[in-house]
Every structure is written in C-alpha cells, then in structure tokens.
C-alpha cells in the first residue's frame, strides 16, 4: 500500500516478547488535516483522551501507536507518559508536538515503559518508508492474527488505512484502532462530516462481543500531497471520496471481523420495515449482540425463535403480527407465525453452514432499515477470554 | 409447602415425552387477589397477553401453567387456545372463566396440543391438593435440572412460591415463571406495590445471558385464609409482608441461578458512591451482562481491567480517577489506578474460586447504589445453547 506523501513503520521497541513488532509511526510529509473518531467510554486511556483534544485543531502530522499496554486506568502519570512520547517524536520529525497524535493497546493497567518507547522513536522514524504499511499494520496488533490492510485508488485519489482489533479481550485488550489516510486535501468540516459517516456505517455497524474498548480509535489523514483544491462537500469529487472512504472502513471491518476471536462464521442482521432508523437499528443491534443468536449461528441452528425473543427484547414498539423473519434467505416467519414447516428449516440450516448469512427482519412498521455486522459467540471465544489467568 | 387456602397439582398431559409432568394448577378456595409483573417483551406470547389483562381486575381464583410448548408466535390460534383452556379449567373449579391465568413455556412458534391439555384438566383438578407444590413446580420446568420452591413462616402469616427459568433458550425457551402464594389479605394496590417492589429488587436484579424471554411471567395471589382485616401499605405487618416477599424472591432468584444453564459461579455486582440510582444500576447491568466478565468469572480470573471496561461503556458520566474496585474482598483498583499489585491479584484470584463472589465498584460521584446478581459463562452454556439443532 502507498498513499503519495505518507510514510509508515512498524518496529520492535521491546514492549512484547520475542521482538515482536510494538511500535508503529505514520507521518505525512507536509502539513495534514485531520478527523477523529474515539471510544465514548467514559473510563477512556490517556493516549485518548490526549488525541481527542489535539485532533480538534482540525490539522496533525503523524501518529504514535504501540501496542502491548494500553496506558488505561494509569492516571496522571499515564497522561504524562503520553504527553513525553509525542514530543520525543515530534522533535524527532522536527513538527509541533501538538500536531501528533498517540494510539496505545494491550494490558490495561500497567504502566507504559516509556523508557524504551523513547528508545525507539528514532529508530521508527528512520524507518519510515512510502511502503512501510504492512510493518505498522504489524507493530499494532494484539491478539489478532493477521494484519489487516484496505486501499482504494480511485481515478484522481489514493485512499487506505490499517486497522486492528479481534474482541474486547484483556490484560490482551484489544481495542479496534484504525488509521486512513489519503493524498486528497479535503476541508476539515466535511472530512470530520465524511468519517463520521463512514464509522457510522461500518465500524459502528459492527460488534464482536457488543463490547466498547477504553480506547477504541479511528483517525483520517488528508494531506493534499495531490495538489487538489480542498474538497467540500459538495465539490464534485466529494461522492466518489465518500464511497471510497466507506468501501475501506467497510473493507477493514470485514477483516476484524473474520479474524474475531473464535469467530466461525458471520452473520448480517438486517432489520427492514421500520418507523424510524433508530428503531430499526435497536432491533439489529439486540439481534447482533444476542449470546443466544450468536451461539444458534455458530451451531449454525435457524433458530428464528432466539431472534425473536431479541427483537421483541429491543425495546421498541412492534406489532408482532407484522413480523418476518427470513434466515439465509429462507423465510421462516410471516405475520407473526411460523411458515415453511420443517423443509423450510432444513434449508435455512444448510444455507447457515456457510461462511456469512443473513439475518432478515421485517417489522412492517415504516420504511426505516438498518444493518449490522455480528459474529458467532464459539467455545473458542470463552477459551481465549477465561483461560488467561492474570 | 403449605399455604392455607391454596392448593396445587402438578401431571403428565403429554406435551412433553416419557410422560414428565407438564401442566401445573394453583387454585385458591376462596375469592383471591392477585397482582402480576409479566415481560416487557414486545412479541410476548398468547398467555402473556390473556393473562396480563385479567390480572389488572386485581382478583383471580387459579393459574393453568403448560411447560413443554411456549404458546409464542401462534397468531389468533394461539390466544384462541389460551381462551378456551382457562375456560375448560374455570368450569372444573366452578370458578368464572375471568378469574383463571395462565402460563406456557417450551419451544416457541409450536401450536398448543389443546387437546391434550383439555383432556388433562379434570386429572389436575382432581389430583388439588394442599401439598401438591412439589409436583407443580416439576411440571412447570423446561432445561431447569431441579425444582424451585421458597418459603417463609413469619409470625401470623404463610407465603412461599415456586419458580423455573434457567436461561433464555429455544426451542427449550427457558422463560422465567414464577408463582407466589400468601394466606393474608391484602388490598390490591398493596399487594401491586408490594410485588413490583420486591420483583425489582430480586428477578429484575438478576442475570443469566442479558435475555428476556417472550412469556416471563410473576404472579402473587393472597387470599386471606389468615382471616386478617386486608393489609394496606400502613398496617402494622405490611413491613412483615413486604421482607417476607422479598426473601421469597431473592431465595427463589439464587436457586434460578445455581441452576443457570451452565454455570459453576456466581456474582453480585455491587455498584456504590452513584449520584442517582438509575447511573448505579445501569452501571451494575453493564458489567453483569459484559460476556468479557462473565468468561472472566468463568475462569476465577480477577480481571479488573474488564470490569473497568464495562463500568466506562454503561453510558454514564463518570470521573475515572475516582473509580475504585474490588473482586472477592480484594482492592484492586483505587482511585483510576491499580493497587496492592502481584500478591492482591493472587489474593483475588483465591477469592474467586469460591462459588459465589463479589464485585463491587465505588463511583466516587454520590450515595446511590445497585446490585444485581449474574453468573458466569461457561463452555457448557454455548454447549446447551448452540448444540441443539431445531
């Protein structure tokens, strides 16, 4: 991956064992606007709660990530330790302190070694290559397997990013983090307007466990080393920008996805038939964070009756007379009841053996819809999050 | 069990294989009144419905309770079913058809075996008898492996109940019932206050799985066999009445919970130092239902950082450097930051291993306070929850 006047790095600076890769820069070239999107736990990590408050200069020249500890639940100190390693690396890349920005993830409650973090900030900014990417998708991961990369190059654009994140699981907390970037200049107010939207549609459309990390990141980069007039919203290329940055948020959250801890199989649950979007999205998301939808889609059981008890949980108002329900593409309720009898169970359920499936309710209420990614809840997921003893 | 007045039974219909007992009735001998807290589901089942409205006129003789098959998702069969087994069941007692409930639980989108059940109600009301708690509380059961029943004997009064419920599945679809039973008179809008009061502060203060089935259902019948003038909220032993019910509850809440589907531990989540009530418990729901937590309970391990995880994504304002925390007796978190280090993490770690522990948080903010008990979650219960194949 390449995006003109950004470089990249990802080296071993001693946090994990092994000389695993921990610790990631991305800096652009010149002068960058920037938009962010943060966790809104209100017990957020000090790198967080740093960055929310340099990112609303609008501009930033780079970000810091390690991974291994989070710097959470570390207090003034942590907060501290966040302030010291951005200023080591602006000093580094000879930029304003204020204008980078830090990520961290891992053990919460340990305090980051700041020390070797120093240590190894010359090294990754000596590092920092065009092609340097794939290393820093590396030094970010936790207990993801795979490292995870998304790229669009429109006619005109480039746009990419990394992310990582595989379930809320600590000391290993893997918190979801990504980092866009594109070469485009884009004004502030629709690049913060364009990620929004894009997160709102993708990365929060999404849930592994429905769990929300202390330190949960996306960052947009927009350096304009394409020497485009800066986009708004409404210059011509805004659209083609939109569906760009949402095709690589989408892309990145397929790929946390399938890497989830334990994860099987996915499943859309896909709500239609509302009075208004916000219902609708309750219902998707009681659906997607159901245990008992999750562990029926990983016996890959077409068990509508679960999905009812969860739409019918949602707190919204229905009228269950109205409600279908369709899994894998096979309808099994209509109007409140039962349909299609035990052939249409057995194909549901081998439609359900497959990799991705869709979970479709209709309320018959409006025409409000929404959309949500979930996964499967496997023996798998309660090995990796009760067999790790503190 | 014996409550004066009240009788119970409990037989075989045939709804369910190998003759288990599957239809329970309570009936009291004299006019009784009732009050009732049903689901807030909004796809509640037929019996849900009849039930709920012949509830509001405060008095009722009986409770027809089915296990086996849920009555959900049955459409106008379905109430129509529910209808004509209260009448059949109104006419054997002699009663009016408005003053018998009723109750089903099993797999759900299955029409009701009417007939079987029509067939089995002279049987049920013929085999009434004081002491026939027991097998009522048999036949009520789905995947629950034990009967439930509670008592106290106060001075002056009788009051007991029985429950079933041992997590949300289907096609088992374990909703939780519960039937309560007092010999005093009391006055209707007592015995409602009274009944939400304890239901809040024992069922609603419990968890499994986050769940809430189509069909729960609480129901307190007092029939004044005492021979007491009826109890009003001042009467000299409404404060008797009132912690005598919640005992009762709160007992049969625990042995739902010792017979989860799954589970080998409990915990009460304690949430103190709120500035209102509804923060206090909407921060004890969050880390309840957080699966992060339940598998970390499930593996005795005194994950503090998951805890800390919930508490900033229940949605309320916190101050995390006021946040403190303690897992089995053990300070592990102190003003935002960890405390007591290696030895107080094995110290907890001992703690937990017990079969019931605590975990309570301090806000800092205020004098509010919570406490909900859940229980952890196992590879058994996404065994139970996602081996059987509908």
């Known amino acids: ?80 330790a966040a302030r010291s390693l951005t200023r080591a690396t602006a000093r580094a890349l000879g930029v304003p302190t204020a204008e980078v920005l830090t990520s961290s993830t891992g053990v919460i409650g340990w305090p980051l070694p700041v020390e070797r973090i120093q240590a190894g900030i010359p090294e990754v900014v000596r590092r920092l290559s065009p092609t340097g990417w794939n290393a820093a998708a590396r030094a970010i991961l936790t207990t993801d ?17 990394i992310a990582k994140g595989a379930g809320m699981t600590m000391p290993k907390m893997a918190t979801m983090l990504a980092y866009l970037a594109t070469d485009l200049a884009v004004e502030p107010a629709f690049l913060r307007e364009a990620l929004s939207e894009a997160v709102e549609r993708s990365f929060n459309a999404f849930t592994i466990d429905g769990e929300m990390s202390t330190s949960d990141t996306v960052l947009l980069f927009a350096n304009g080393a394409r020497g485009n007039r800066p986009l708004g919203s409404r210059s011509p290329r805004a659209r083609a920008f939109r569906s760009a940055l949402e095709e690589v948020c989408t892309e990145l959250v397929e790929k946390l996805a ?75 309720l209509r109007g409140g009841e039962p349909v299609g009898g035990e052939a249409a169970l057995r194909r549901s359920e081998r439609g359900m053996r497959k990799r991705r499936v869709a979970i479709e309710i209709s309320l018959g209420a409006g025409r409000a819809s929404a ?10 997921y309660v090995r990796i999050n009760a067999e790790y003893t503190t």
Do not use: H
């Open 371 to 380: 959309q949500i990614l979930t996964t499967d809840l496997s023996y798998e």
């Open 145 to 161: 397997t795979r490292i995870k990369l998304a790229q669009r190059a429109p006619r005109g654009f480039a746009l990419g990013g």
């Open 1 to 80: 991956m390449r995006i003109p006047g950004f470089r990249a790095a990802g080296i071993a600076c001693g946090i994990k064992r092994d000389r695993a890769l921990d610790l990631a820069l991305i800096a652009s070239d010149r002068p960058t606007a920037v938009a962010g999107v943060f966790t809104t736990s209100q017990f957020p990590g000090a790198p967080v709660r740093l960055s929310r408050s340099r990112v609303r200069r609008g501009s930033a020249r780079a970000v810091l990530v390690n991974s291994g500890i989070a710097n959470v639940a570390t207090g003034a100190a942590g907060v501290a």
């Open 258 to 332: 399938r890497d989830g801890e334990g994860v099987t199989r996915l499943a859309d649950v896909i709500v239609t038939g509302a009075r208004r979007e916000r219902d609708a999205e309750r219902v998707a998301r009681s659906v997607a964070n159901s245990v008992l939808v999750k562990t029926a889609l990983f016996g890959a059981d077409p068990n509508w009756g679960r999905v009812v008890q969860a739409v019918g949980a949602a707190g919204v108002r229905l009228r269950p007379e109205r409600i279908g329900i369709r899994i894998a593409g096979v309808e099994l």
